[in-house]
């Protein structure tokens, strides 16, 4: 009779344990991450169709259209590209002589509100910037990252080193997860392929500039990577870089994320090149002087659009 009594009882603990178990982790996964209980809010899918009906972006060898990502949950995209270079191909001339630099600098009071630098004599192209590894995006993402990289990061570059930038590495695109990897956190922007992160920009040289070391690094690296940061922000809608928080120490996080209240976040706040330069201990711009620009043609992409009807909506 004791025998059968305290099998009962060892029976009972171990349902009881296992309920516990499976409520625990059922109180998990709807206290966690929001992946698998959101819909997908309806602008994503019409932002994508708009971009792709705008022929802003080009389909070709750099830049094309994969199979539909549905899920986990509310994750994925309608329409999403995968995307191997960004940038549009541009012609970029300089000329020996003097150009004045103008910046007001509330931040430092000591920085000359004007300076005059020799830019050298060159013609520079530069083309599309490859990325490695290829990125999964929407088509408003990397309609704003061709236009970041052609009117910001190619000019920066070739402004602080006389060169185009070659290869873009980047550490995160599409990705379904929540912010900063954290499952319990608000879902991504990554998780709808709107955000893009980027760890280094390799020049035309090989000479490779990390987000995690040029932050606080030579007198030009700094110079172009705040330059390059503060483009990001007049472009995007999130810009987070080394100082904006300890999940952004080794790359610059952009994204297209859309708030009610329509705010935009730049953080750490944009400091222009020149000023990052000069107070990054040298104490004046030495070997790290930006170069002045007197002219830009960009020459048009030879790919052909990509163009969906609405007719394939579903």
Known sequence: MRRAISLRLVSFRLV???????C??????????????????PWRREAEVSCLNSGAVKEGPSVTMVKAI?????????????VAALGEPAVTSFAEEAAPLRTAIRA?????????????SATVTARPAAVTP???LACPMVSALDRFVSETVQPAAIRWFGQPVATIRQISAYSCRGMNDNPFARISEHAFGNALDIAAFMLADGHTITVKNGWRGTPAEQGFLHDVEEGACAMFTTVLAPGSNAYHEDHMHVD???RQSGR??????????????????SGHHGDA??????????APRPDRSLSLAIARDR
């Open 289 to 298: 002087r930006p170069m002045g620009t007197t002219g830009a043609a960009a």
């Open 24 to 41: 625990l982790l059922l109180g998990l996964n709807a206290c966690g991450t929001r992946i698998s209980f959101e819909e997908r809010e």
């Open 16 to 22: 009881r344990w296992q309920l516990f178990g499976c």
């Open 264 to 281: 935009t976040i730049c953080q750490p706040h944009p400091l222009p090149g020149e000023a990052a330069a000069f107070l990054s201990g």
């Open 70 to 82: 549905e899920g986990p949950g509310v994750c994925g995209a309608d329409y999403p590209l995968r």
């Open 134 to 136: 290829a990125a999964t």
């Open 108 to 120: 430092a009071p000591d920085y000359p509100r004007s300076a005059t630098v020799t830019a050298r």
């Open 256 to 258: 297209l994320m859309r």
